[in-house]
């Protein structure tokens, strides 16, 4: 009857295989195109840190991108276990977030050479659909331009049409090397806002369950240094390009 022992190890072996990997949970995740942080739903330093700590909790994933505001409206409705980088301005419903991998910190870009510390009494351009700090959209001394884009911004200060150019310093400096400008500047230590960046997750038992897992291994992350490798590539391009100060892992 066991005349080939051999195969019949190597069926066993396969159902097992297979019985595991339809047990495995699966977590449905939801983000939108970020220059360098989402750049597919492969590839990019925020979808680097999801795939990590998937494959070592040992659950099977799915991430799709959208539009920003679909991507929000597709969470809360219920379509994703998960989304981000969630932001406090962006969760006005309650969520379970984990710990922050990340601090969003926003910074004022300017012509070299005409070097601006305030936003007060300037004429500053914004990117539409950005999570600005409320606190300072809400500035009544600030004339604020809206622009399509982070390259809209960039354009339309290089041609002296606005003073300034509010952003997250990573994209901003993607957007102007994508422009092979070399007249704009920015102070990598005066920081005009700070936001912690989380993972989202939704507000059920199995939220509840992956935010506390995910939280565990960030904080385990940041312990051994692991997030400060993660994001060296982008840090690196700042240092490179605006000199050291910008620190994404503290507020």
């Not at 699966?26 to 739903?41: A, G, L």
């Not at 005066?190 to 935010?211: C, D, E």
């Not at 940041?222 to 690196?236: T, V, W």
């Amino acid at each position: 009857m066991f005349k080939n022992p051999t195969k019949i190890y190597f069926m066993i072996s396969l159902m097992i295989f297979f019985m595991r990997a339809q047990s495995k949970e699966k977590i449905r995740f939801v983000s939108y195109s970020i220059p360098q942080y989402v750049i597919s739903e492969s590839k990019g330093e925020f979808i680097d840190l999801i795939k990590k700590i998937a494959s070592e909790i040992d659950v099977d994933i799915e991430i799709k991108i959208y539009p920003p505001r679909r991507a929000i409206l597709a969470f809360q409705n219920g379509e994703f276990d998960a989304y981000f980088p969630g932001l406090d301005i962006l969760n006005t419903l309650p969520f379970f977030n984990t710990v922050p991998y990340y601090f969003k910190k926003d910074y004022l870009f300017f012509r070299t050479g005409e070097e601006i510390k305030s936003i007060s009494n300037q004429k500053i351009c914004i990117t539409r659909g950005y999570p600005y700090d409320q606190k300072i959209l809400l500035k009544k001394d600030i004339n604020f331009t809206t622009a399509e884009s982070d390259e809209a911004c960039i354009k339309m200060l290089k041609a002296k049409r606005v003073n300034g150019f509010l952003c997250e310093m990573i994209t901003g400096t993607i957007a102007i090397a994508s422009l092979g400008y070399k007249n704009i500047s920015v102070d990598p230590t005066n920081v005009l806002s700070s936001a912690p960046v989380y993972i989202t997750f939704s507000r059920n038992k199995k939220g509840k369950k992956y935010s506390e897992i995910f939280s565990k291994k960030i904080s385990e992350y940041i312990e051994n240094k692991y997030l400060e490798k993660l994001f060296r590539p982008s840090i690196d391009k700042v240092t490179k390009t605006f000199g050291p100060g910008h620190n994404p892992f503290i507020p």
